[in-house]
């Protein structure tokens, strides 16, 4: 069992930085991809982006590249999402998930694991 939590949501100003954490238990990571997925009223869970656990290659939607980091400190069994240059189009309920094994990475329902959400709200 993997539980996820995350945590550092909260409102930001258009312009503005936020990081999220997931904070990871449960076995090892080993052979894991962590995913940052986002959901805004009316709109389908959307892939943010991923690292890979074990080597830390990270993958990005396109919309996300130059704007968004994602990264990992594995003595802390956290993952980060750095979120600069927020829009107000980044609002949205951000979720973690971790996803066992190889395959694609883009689409919710290839992950196994996933948190309850932060809220992050950007004013304009």
């Known amino acids: 069992q993997v539980q996820l939590v995350e945590s550092g949501g909260g409102l930001v100003q258009a312009g503005g930085s936020l990081r999220l954490s997931c904070a990871a238990s449960g076995r090892t990571f080993s052979g894991h991809v962590m995913g940052w997925f986002r959901q805004a009223p009316g709109k389908e869970r959307e892939f943010v982006a991923a690292?890979?656990?074990?080597?830390?290659?990270?993958y990005y939607k396109d919309s996300a590249k130059g704007r968004f980091t994602i990264s990992r400190d594995n003595a802390k069994n956290t993952v980060y999402l750095q979120m600069n240059s927020l829009k107000p189009e980044d609002t949205a309920v951000y979720y973690c998930?971790?996803?066992?094994?190889?395959?694609?990475?883009?689409?919710?329902?290839?992950?196994?694991?996933w948190g309850q959400g932060t809220q992050v709200t950007v004013s304009s």
């Open positions: 998930a971790a996803k066992k094994g190889v395959g694609d990475i883009w689409y919710p329902y290839e992950y196994d694991y």
């Open positions: 690292i890979s656990w074990s080597d830390g290659r990270t």
